[in-house]
């Protein structure tokens, strides 16, 4: 397997962007962390995701999922960006399969994941449910595939991992960081940002961070925004991320910027320590988002954090009432989960699900508005 070092050799003598070094890092089919066989998710990997916890956290999107589809009459067509290994269209597709055989009888999952790896697990996971699923490796060949999409689009940590650009702010001047090659070691290096196109994207879309500041700039971001409003016709683009709004940017504890690895667990600040061995992730910026969804004809219909989100989508509907006091009983495992989704602190505390939806009609009557969200079947 090359190095990331190597493969970045191989577009140039450097320095080299951090969006560069991270697409390397992350996405390089000979020397990238996602295409790598190694675990990645759960205990054994580097990271977990909600989707680890319980399957009840993808049960109760679909469930939320099911009214849209009703309510707005849509065709239930679900796509998911960065599928992982399957866990979230699994979940979804065995609570249509219980709950809504009516929906699960024409239901089709569009599924893109980069990793080849976590390909062939989807396969493995979706095994029970064939005929109601494609993989694909990219949006655009996802696209190709199926021009005209109504539905819903979902994700959970995907913009998140999409490689940024590191900026800083000196004497109200734009700087950029850069990865070169010291020694057959990577280090960073900042010069005046010369990039035209970037800093026309900082003009637009921000942040306005304080001197000596530094932060993420995400055009990818952007472009894929602009790429799945093309795409989606009519529905709802569903957004499962941890990100900070531009006031929280300013804050002192965000001087350094977000960007950072994680490895066994553990959070590793240097984002060049070990490339290509280890997750790379930053928190997105919500009002860039929204900017960018906004001038792309998508409209924000909920913005919460995720404990709130999975309350009003009947998260506490699927409490059950034990038969028996064994702790380690499905139904017991079933309620801590739920209890470990809301509880202050927690998993969701981080994490925020915003929904922008494209010609709807009747958001208003969906039960994530009117129903009681602390009812208990």
Same mark, same amino acid.
């Given at each position: ?67 849209? +589809? ?32 009516? +929906?699960?009888?024409?239901?089709y999952m569009i599924l893109i994941e980069q990793s080849g790896d976590h390909r062939q697990r989807i396969e493995a996971a979706l ?114 991320? #941890? ?52 001038? /792309? ?12 989100? $999975? ?23 079933? /309620?801590?989960? +739920? ?20 010609? $709807?009609?009747?958001?208003?009557? #969906?039960? #994530?508005?009117?129903?009681?969200? #602390?009812? +208990?079947?």
């Amino acid at each position: 397997m090359c190095s990331v070092a190597e493969q970045l050799r191989k577009r140039g003598n450097g320095p080299w962007d951090m969006a560069t070094f991270m697409e390397t890092a992350l996405y390089d089919l000979s020397a990238g962390y996602y295409q790598s066989e190694k675990i990645k998710l759960g205990k054994d990997g580097d990271f977990y995701t909600s989707n680890h916890v319980h399957p009840v956290f993808g049960q109760t999107f679909a469930r939320f999922f099911a009214d849209v +589809i009703s309510s707005e009459q849509l065709p239930p067509v679900i796509t998911e960006l960065g599928a992982g290994e399957g866990r979230f269209s699994l979940s979804v597709l065995d609570y249509f399969a219980e709950f809504h055989p009516e +929906i699960y009888e024409s239901c089709y999952m569009i599924l893109i994941e980069q990793s080849g790896d976590h390909r062939q697990r989807i396969e493995a996971a979706l095994a029970g449910h064939k005929g109601k699923f494609d993989i694909y490796q990219s949006i655009s060949e996802a696209v190709k595939a199926n021009p005209e999409l109504e539905g819903i689009i979902f994700s959970n940590e995907f913009f998140d991992a999409l490689p940024v650009h590191q900026v800083e702010r000196h004497a109200e001047k734009w700087y950029e960081v850069f990865v070169e090659d010291q020694n057959d070691k990577l280090a960073e290096r900042v010069f005046k940002c010369g990039n035209d196109r970037l800093l026309q994207w900082l003009a637009q879309f921000g942040p306005d961070i304080p001197d000596g500041f530094r932060t993420e700039a995400s055009p990818l971001m952007e472009a894929r925004l602009k790429q799945l409003a093309s795409w989606l016709k009519g529905g709802i683009l569903v957004t499962a991320d #941890y990100g900070y709004r531009d006031e929280e940017l300013k804050r002192p504890e965000r001087k350094e910027g977000s960007l950072r690895g994680y490895r066994n667990h553990e959070l590793v600040h240097n984002p060049l320590e070990s490339p290509g061995e280890m997750d790379l992730t930053h928190h997105i910026h919500w009002d860039a988002y929204d900017k960018a969804a906004e001038l /792309n004809g998508l409209e924000t219909i909920i913005h919460e954090r995720q404990d709130q989100f $999975l309350l009003k989508a009947g998260l506490f509907s699927f409490l059950q009432t034990p038969d028996t006091i064994d702790p380690f009983s499905d139904v017991f495992k079933l /309620n801590r989960a +739920i209890q470990s989704f809301v509880q202050p602190g927690g998993i969701s505390s981080a994490f925020q699900v915003d929904v922008k939806g494209k010609n $709807l009609a009747n958001t208003v009557h #969906y039960r #994530y508005f009117n129903e009681d969200p #602390y009812r +208990i079947k």
